[in-house]
């Protein structure tokens, strides 16, 4: 295959908060920034980068596109995500299975999904 993901963009009107909130969310650390981006990188090389660009629009509706994280422990980690200020928008599945929809500080949507 020619192709594989490299980077996963979010846009944002707020760099300062949206580069805290993922960096948080993620563990990702910055790699390199200006006043337009934040381009963040696994600690461990294991997974796609993530740019945080600023655009003048604010978001409406629905992603297009979200992202799935994954995780052992569903609870602990969408009580985690939640604390640092995520919305909680919709669980689905029970139990220890299943995903829960998130909105980011500007309202991206994103799930926290069981292994």
Not at 35 to 62: F, H, I, M, Q, S
Request: charged share 25%; proline share 3%.
């Amino acid at each position: 295959m020619g192709l594989r993901i490299a980077n996963v963009s979010i846009d944002t009107n707020d760099l300062a908060a949206s580069t805290a909130f993922w960096t948080a969310v993620t563990g990702y650390k910055v790699d390199a920034q200006d006043d337009a981006y934040t381009y963040l990188v696994d600690p461990e090389g294991a997974g796609p980068g993530l740019c945080v660009n600023v655009v003048p629009e604010k978001r409406e509706g629905k992603n297009r596109l979200h992202l799935d994280l994954v995780t052992d422990d569903l609870h602990a980690e969408a009580a985690r995500v939640e604390a640092l200020g995520a919305k909680r928008l919709s669980r689905h599945g029970e139990g220890t299975s299943g995903w829960v929809v998130f909105g980011d500080n500007e309202g991206n949507q994103f799930c926290v999904c069981a292994t």
